[in-house]
């Protein structure tokens, strides 16, 4: 059925696609969700700060 180098082939195919699939699933479940929760909690200190400096500004 499969000659010996198309065996190697397939096994680094299947090696391959595997990787991509785990990595695809980390990305998704730990990385995108901590980058997005930690772009908005800096985006909320950003929009404090704004406020805070702008009460100082209207209070002298």
């Excluded at 785990?22 to 997005?36: A, D, E, H, K, S």
């Amino acid at each position: 059925m499969f000659e010996f180098d198309q065996y190697l082939g397939f096994l680094a195919f299947l090696t391959i696609l595997t990787i991509g699939f785990w990595l695809m699933i980390f990305l998704i479940t730990f990385v995108v969700p901590y980058w997005i929760g930690g772009s908005l909690i800096e985006r909320m200190k950003e929009i404090k700060e704004e406020k805070k400096a702008k009460r100082e500004a209207d209070s002298l």
